[in-house]
């Protein structure tokens, strides 16, 4: 049974880049054909897709974020990644990611502030 | 960005049957669109209950279904239990060159 853990700094000041990371246990991350999410949720408010991956490497972002956004894979290590750059106190949320969106981690908090 | 439409709230005795639907901003949803489904009660994460419209996973309780109804997705809870209290979100697929999805922003169901 496939189960993700997201890992990561739960602060990161103002304009800096967010990176975290999901690592997957269970399963191989690079088979199936599967892709590999992350979504978000700031506090009290409703979730927000941020973008995925494809065990091919290829991405598909959020149009409002993708400028802000990468995703990668670490075959090696069985983890996927997202880094999300220029952060300001509306990119605090918890953060999950997800295989396709049947399995999810259990989401990490990130504070933006100074 | 495109908006997900879902009914902010609603209230259903125990035993009883509630609708939740789920409207695209930009016209009738269809199964092209993906429709899924998911619930999340507090402080945990998301959990996925309908995938492509009507699909239950292995552990989707019976009485969730999915399906088109009208213009919209819908999710239908029959004999509603107390433990059904949640919050539902919908997820639509927006395909093209960006292929993207979007979340509703979510029906809070009560069990009163």
Do not use: H, M
């Amino acid at each position: 049974q496939v189960q993700l853990q997201e890992s990561g700094p739960g602060l990161v000041k103002p304009s800096q880049t967010l990176s975290l990371t999901c690592t997957v246990s269970g399963g191989s991350i690079s088979s199936g054909n599967y892709y590999w999410s992350w979504i978000r949720q700031p506090a009290g408010k409703g979730l927000e897709w941020i973008g995925r991956i494809y065990t091919s490497g290829s991405t598909n972002y959020n149009p409002s974020l993708k400028s802000r956004v990468t995703i990668s894979l670490d075959t090696s290590k069985n983890q996927f990644s997202l880094n999300l750059t220029s952060v300001t106190a509306a990119d605090t949320a918890v953060y999950y990611c997800a295989r396709v969106f049947e399995t999810w981690g259990q989401g990490t908090l990130v504070t933006v502030s100074s | 960005q495109t908006v997900v439409t879902q009914e902010p709230s609603l209230t259903v005795s125990p035993g009883g049957t509630v609708t939740l639907t789920c409207a695209s901003g930009t016209g009738a949803v269809t199964s092209g669109y993906y429709p899924n489904w998911f619930q999340q009660k507090p402080g945990q994460a998301p959990r996925a209950l309908i995938y492509g419209t009507s699909n239950k996973y292995s552990w989707t309780p019976a009485r969730f279904s999915g399906s088109l109804l009208g213009d919209k997705a819908a999710l239908t809870l029959s004999g509603v239990q107390p433990e059904d209290e949640a919050e539902y979100y919908c997820l639509l697929y927006y395909g093209g060159a960006q292929g993207s999805w979007v979340f509703g922003g979510g029906t809070k169901l009560t069990v009163l």
